[in-house]
């Protein structure tokens, strides 16, 4: 077995750490001051209602993330020697969980409904990330990776909520993207299929763009769909994408660390 720890990987490591934290240096250093949630955030385009239920389309847009999140939990549960278990467990649990907290959130969108969205959106982030890394470098790290990963990803969002400075959050969501292009090019995989998970990172850039347009697509749609709508369906269409990979994926010739 190979172990991406050894020395003829260590500065890769090292490289890897910069690249996780030099978003949040940049983020602190470089930045007059907090960064602020937009007053705007909330006003969405698709404010219908159906049958009493207040903005229907950015919560019914949500469902796809409670079935891939089922999906990735069912499979995990039924492949327990599926690699790094015990974080995409958590990863597909925060997907799932994503549903409840973004219903909750559309039903009456504010920065205090906003916290319970956010919250399950960080504990996915932190178990995609525990478990890509620990995958790559060695599956005895994600024992002491996945705790402080999950950690984190509610301490940037908690922080937020307490003070409202978005950049620890910021960096929260920004650390694994950076990370997964990173990681699959530089390190060898225990397992086939990871350019799904590069699908998955386009799918999700892709997302975010949608939900900055929010208004545009919706008017460019003529009322069809709503760019935060789309984003919700690109967003999960990511996570699908880490499903089927790890559905169809299998050893690799050249695989990391044995956990022995």
């Not at 937020?160 to 950049?167: I, M, N, T």
């Not at 960096?171 to 998970?197: D, K, M, N, S």
């Not at 749609?221 to 089927?244: E, M, N, P, Q, R």
Request: proline residues 4%.
């Amino acid at each position: 077995m190979k172990d991406a720890l050894q020395p003829r990987y260590r500065w890769r490591v090292a490289a890897l750490a910069v690249l996780i934290l030099a978003p949040l240096a940049g983020l602190v250093i470089l930045h007059d001051g907090p960064i602020l949630q937009d007053r705007g955030y909330h006003a969405f385009a698709d404010t219908r209602d159906c049958l009493g239920v207040r903005n229907v389309a950015n919560i019914a847009s949500n469902l796809l993330f409670l079935l891939v999140g089922a999906a990735g939990l069912r499979w995990c549960y039924r492949h327990r020697d599926c690699g790094a278990r015990r974080s995409w467990l958590a990863f597909f649990a925060g997907v799932a969980l994503v549903f409840c907290g973004s219903a909750y959130y559309h039903q009456s969108p504010d920065d205090a409904t906003l916290l319970w969205d956010r919250l399950p959106m960080s504990l996915g982030f932190a178990g995609l990330f525990a478990a890509l890394l620990s995958e790559h470098l060695g599956e005895k790290i994600e024992s002491a990776l996945l705790a402080p990963a999950l950690l984190a990803g509610v301490t940037g969002v908690l922080w937020w909520h307490w003070s409202g400075d978005l950049r620890p959050y910021i960096w929260v969501q920004a650390a694994p993207l950076l990370a997964i292009p990173y990681v699959v090019a530089a390190f060898p995989a225990q397992y086939t299929h990871r350019h799904y998970l590069l699908y998955g990172v386009g799918l999700y850039i892709a997302a975010k763009v949608a939900e900055f347009h929010d208004h545009e697509v919706y008017t460019l749609t003529t009322g069809w769909i709503s760019g935060h709508s789309l984003k919700h369906l690109l967003a999960a269409s990511a996570v699908f994408c880490v499903y089927l990979m790890l559905r169809r994926r299998g050893q690799s010739r050249t695989p990391v660390a044995s956990s022995q």
